[in-house]
């Protein structure tokens, strides 16, 4: 019988100790480069060749990362079946399913590259220039990465919502609660009723809104705490 409904909502920091930079750590670059350049569509549109090789060396850094003792927890979890674990993550790393779990990607996916001409989505494990041409519209030059940038609708907020609104536990993992909507989910959450808990390095922006914050590395927090719930 599943005993509790859960969402979970991860971030950065739940991949932190994977290898793979967080965003705020590094005042407000991105691997060195200006959010603004790489992760708006005015950037991609000023200059398409710089974001495609950018997000290339993203996809690429995936190749050596591999899944923390978080994800692994994570997976059991949902697996184990004795609760209702909806996982919506705002990572576009595949950290989440290599380890197992199914995850609702809000943010898009590295391993995903779109056409803005027809909207056509696809798988994508190698290198995109600027020169691609859209396998569905032959249009090209329309290939961009699926990320969700700034300024663009997440995905799948119906959805997010109908989760938020039915669970009777919320947890954030590893996110500063410094990039809306996924900053409101805890208190979409809260207003309908469910129990509250972060897990985060630091304080979020949103801490204040959880009835429970854990403080400390995702890596071993997310196994304890996996544990305690299925004990
Ligand atoms: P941030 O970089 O803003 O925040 C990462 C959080 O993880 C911080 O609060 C850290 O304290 C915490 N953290 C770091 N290492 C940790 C560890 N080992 N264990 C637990 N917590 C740890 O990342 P996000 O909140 O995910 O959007 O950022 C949200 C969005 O902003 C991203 O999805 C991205 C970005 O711009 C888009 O790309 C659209």
Redesign the pocket.
């Known amino acids: 019988m599943i005993e509790q409904k859960i969402v979970i909502l991860t971030?950065?920091?739940?991949s932190?100790?994977s290898g793979i930079d967080?965003?705020?750590?590094s005042g407000g670059l991105w691997e060195n480069h200006r959010?603004e350049d790489v992760?708006t569509p005015q950037g991609f549109a000023a200059n398409p060749a710089l974001v495609h090789e950018f997000y290339n060396a993203r996809r690429r850094a995936l190749e050596t990362a591999a899944p923390n003792p978080a994800h692994d927890a994570l997976a059991r979890l949902q697996n184990s079946a004795a609760h209702d674990v909806f996982i919506v993550t705002?990572?576009?790393d595949d950290l989440h399913e290599r380890a197992g779990s199914t995850v609702h990607h809000m943010?898009g996916e590295l391993l995903s590259v779109k056409c803005a001409a027809c909207d056509w989505q696809w798988e994508s494990r190698s290198d995109i220039d600027i020169t691609a041409r859209c396998p569905a519209c032959q249009t090209r030059a329309s290939v961009r990465p699926d990320?969700?940038?700034?300024g663009e609708m997440p995905y799948g907020m119906e959805k997010i919502e109908g989760r938020l609104a039915a669970c009777d536990l919320f947890v954030s993992?590893?996110?500063?609660?410094?990039?809306y909507p996924?900053a409101g989910f805890v208190q979409m959450a809260k207003a309908f009723g469910a129990r509250t808990l972060e897990?985060?390095?630091?304080p979020?922006e949103g801490s204040a809104f959880f009835d429970e914050t854990r403080r400390g590395?995702?890596?071993r927090l997310v196994p304890d705490w996996v544990d305690e719930i299925l004990s």
């Open positions: 971030g950065a920091g739940i932190a100790e967080t965003f705020r750590a959010i992760a705002q990572n576009v943010h990320i969700v940038w700034f993992i590893g996110t500063s609660g410094a990039v996924a897990i985060n390095l630091d979020s590395k995702a890596g």
